[in-house]
């Protein structure tokens, strides 16, 4: 299947920073990318839609000041957590689609822990 | 809006016998069905998936899933399982129209030697 590459792995920062984590699809163009959050033990929780070119369409109860997207091409998009928090911490994933009804590929994560 | 239920958040299996992960879904429209897998710390990889076409759905690694319009479920099956099988279990439903993928709690299938 296809490739979708997210960078950090992991990353621990300081409690008011920002951290990007970075998304991209490295052998297809994505225009879709989907940011889900994942709490320990618990299901994925989708966090925004956001297509290339496009403003990311948010879930209700996610704060967009506070989670930033950016796809401002078809191969990357990327997630700042603004200000993090330590409840901030958990394990983001993104997904990338070629296109609509197409198969969604996921990256391997990136485990936040703000302190 | 559409809702997944995976009503077993664990399930211990002993290596090489048959197992059940069941999946129950909610929805007012017509939908895909998926089964992802997750091992740890890492993202999901597809398993499965029903699109349409024949009910009975199977994975290159032995485990299958059973699309029953009748009962909403999509119950992920696999006959004799092994250690490496040990993860977690996803499974995820999507609409025609949003495309965006719905997901179950999970089942953590642990396999015992």
């Known amino acids: 299947g296809a490739v979708v590459s997210q960078h950090p792995s992991r990353v621990i920062c300081k409690s008011g920073t920002s951290v990007k984590i970075e998304c991209r699809s490295l052998?297809?163009?994505?225009?879709?990318m989907f940011w889900y959050r994942q709490f320990p033990k618990q299901s994925l929780m989708l966090m925004a839609t956001s297509n290339e070119g496009s403003k990311a369409t948010y879930e209700q109860g996610v704060e967009k000041d506070k989670f930033l997207i950016n796809h401002a091409s078809l191969t990357l998009s990327t997630l700042t957590v603004t200000s993090a928090h330590p409840e901030d911490s958990s394990f983001y994933i993104c997904?990338?689609?070629?296109?609509?009804?197409?198969?969604?590929?996921f990256g391997q994560g990136t485990r936040l822990t703000v302190v | 809006a559409q809702s997944v239920t995976q009503l077993d958040s664990q399930v211990p299996v002993f290596e090489e016998a048959p197992v059940e992960l069941r999946c129950n879904y909610s929805s007012s429209v017509s939908v895909y069905l998926f089964w992802y897998v997750q091992y740890p710390n890492q993202g999901l990889q597809l398993l499965l998936k029903y699109l349409s076409g024949s009910t009975l759905v199977e994975s290159i690694n032995g485990f299958e899933a059973e699309f029953n319009k009748s009962q909403t479920s999509f119950h992920l099956r696999k006959p004799s399982v092994h250690i490496s099988d040990t993860a977690e279990y996803f499974c995820a439903v999507s609409d025609y129209s949003t495309d965006k993928l719905i997901f179950g709690t999970g089942t953590r299938l642990q396999v015992f030697p």
């Open positions: 997904s990338a689609r070629a296109g609509s009804g197409t198969e969604a590929f």
């Open positions: 052998d297809f163009q994505a225009t879709t």
